[in-house]
């Protein structure tokens, strides 16, 4: 599976942004993908995941606390896609992020994730 990310931007606080993940690879809806930043100096941590699809195609999704409410993740398979829609930005939002995938339930451990995208950098302005 090869990930690339893309979408990301300056901003001023309380704007939106909208990232993407594509990823290759014909059972990637077999994937869990999550999202993951890193701030400068500090530990890459976990953002949002959505699970594989599972019956009737429905996927679980799971956010950090503090993006909870303000990011939507969502995945379409026929595009090999997963979107991250991030509205009320903050600039402790600010950092790279990251798409991952993997083949688990351990949403918010990136030791679980496999396949990394590049990362897409997020500046959000005061």
């Known amino acids: 599976v090869q990930l690339q990310a893309s979408g990301g931007g300056l901003v001023q606080a309380g704007g939106s942004l909208r990232l993407s993940c594509a990823a290759s690879?014909?059972?990637?809806?077999?994937?869990?993908v999550g999202w993951f930043r890193q701030a400068p100096a500090k530990e890459r941590e976990f953002v949002s995941a959505?699970?594989?699809?599972?019956?009737?195609?429905?996927?679980?999704?799971t956010y950090a606390d503090s993006v909870k409410g303000r990011f939507t993740i969502s995945r379409d398979n026929a595009k090999n896609t997963i979107n991250l829609q991030m509205n009320s930005l903050k600039p402790e939002d600010t950092a790279v992020y990251f798409c991952?995938?993997?083949?688990?339930?351990?949403?918010?451990?990136?030791?679980?994730?496999?396949?990394w995208g590049q990362g897409t950098l997020v500046t959000v302005s005061s």
């Open positions: 690879g014909s059972t990637f809806s077999s994937y869990t």
């Open positions: 991952a995938a993997g083949r688990t339930r351990r949403f918010g451990i990136k030791e679980e994730y496999d396949y």
């Open positions: 959505v699970s594989e699809s599972g019956r009737f195609g429905l996927s679980s999704v």
